[in-house]
């Protein structure tokens, strides 16, 4: 699926840390924990938490973030509908990263079982 350019755009250009607490806000209200929320981008990116927080404190864009980031190998599991995209036929790198975490963070709100979110 094709996306356009100022659709990708508009996601690189978005601060990291300008969406993470609206992360952790849907996780809480769903009975979930932030660490549990840092635990699943850990599990995407490689980062742990000092390195989270110094990318959120350096107000850094996704396309920063993701640049620095270590892709799970099994990332490429991550499928399914994603803010009407679905997320397998994504062509732009970026914007299919970005889409990996939306998918993951709504699968922790939703309640799934952290094993199955982490596709071990």
């Known amino acids: 699926m094709n996306t356009t ?4 755009e508009r996601i690189a ?21 932030k660490a549990e929320l840092d635990q699943v981008i ?14 959120i404190d350096k107000k850094v864009t996704f396309e ?8 799970n190998p099994n990332a ?6 994603i803010c009407g995209y679905r997320i397998e036929d994504i062509e732009t790198p970026l914007t299919k990263q970005a889409r990996y975490l939306d998918k993951l ?8 079982k952290m094993e199955k979110i982490l596709r071990s």
């Open 76 to 81: 490429h599991l991550i499928t399914g509908m």
């Open 105 to 112: 963070v709504d699968e922790l709100a939703k309640g799934r």
């Open 13 to 33: 250009k978005m601060i990291f840390g300008s969406v993470y607490p609206m992360y952790v806000t849907k996780v809480e209200s769903k009975g979930r924990t």
């Open 5 to 8: 350019a100022k659709h990708d």
């Open 64 to 71: 920063e973030f993701f640049q620095q980031a270590t892709l």
């Open 42 to 55: 850990a599990w995407l990116t490689g980062f742990d938490e000092k390195k989270l927080r110094e990318l």
